[in-house]
């Protein structure tokens, strides 16, 4: 069955690069961002891992650990790496999990028969530290990832799951944010101290709390 916004992230245990881990031990407190990948040796995931290697610090700061999929075996994976650090001028340096049995797969509905029938679409599984699914993405094996925008997507969720405030349009860290429908006008000034504005009576804007 689809995961749905809400739902607890499946858990598993599954050989990696970087040895056996169970996901939610792995996890601990820290946000998660789980994803697939078509197959090992084909070009737009060779970018897209090496991409992620290079945006690790990024993801680190945000406290997200990432964790890749692909339904080949640990030698094909280990294999595939050194391509990755070759041609894509980095060290891989998260771990990517082996998942020829595609269990992983299976748990999280990454084969999208009409697709293909055995393997994945390129699925985004961002987690929060409840162990919550926060945010599901799902791109055709034909189109690589955005890496800056699930970087933004991180951004806004963080936000949103500190503070009654949701993010327009575009919307990128340090702009003004949207003040929650929920919170009355009246009460904006005590809540949100930095200002605001009233554009409709349904859409306050305030500059973003946090920063
Ligand atoms: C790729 O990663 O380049 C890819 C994988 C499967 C189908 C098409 C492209």
């Known amino acids: ?42 070009p737009v995931c060779t970018t897209e891992l090496g991409r992620t290697a290079q945006l690790k610090n990024k993801f680190a700061e945000k406290n997200v650990k ?14 595939w790496i050194n391509d990755i650090n070759e041609t894509q001028n980095t060290s891989v340096n998260f771990p990517i999990i082996a998942d ?11 084969i999208h028969p009409n697709a293909d ?15 919550k699914v926060k945010l599901t993405l799902t791109y055709p094996a034909s189109t690589g990832r955005n890496f800056d925008e699930l970087l933004r997507v ?8 500190n503070y009654s405030v949701a993010t327009p349009a575009d919307w990128k860290d340090g702009e003004d944010v949207v003040v929650a429908p929920a919170i009355p006008t009246e009460d904006i000034p005590e809540r949100f101290p930095k ?14 709390p946090n920063k």
Do not use: C
């Open 1 to 42: 069955m689809a995961i749905r916004l809400g739902d607890i992230a499946p858990d598993f245990t599954a050989q990696t690069t970087e040895g056996t881990i169970n996901f939610h031990e792995w996890l601990g407190d820290s946000w998660g961002m789980l994803f697939s990948h078509p197959a090992d040796y084909t």
């Open 66 to 79: 990432v964790l890749a999929v692909s339904v080949d075996d640990l030698d094909s994976h280990n294999g």
């Open 100 to 110: 020829s049995d595609r269990n992983v797969a299976s748990l999280y509905d990454m």
């Open 117 to 131: 029938n055995t393997l994945t679409v390129r699925s985004v599984f961002i987690i929060g530290p409840d162990k």
């Open 154 to 161: 991180i951004d806004s969720l963080q936000l949103t799951a």
């Open 195 to 208: 200002g605001h504005k009233v554009i409709k009576p349904y859409l306050r804007t305030t500059p973003q």
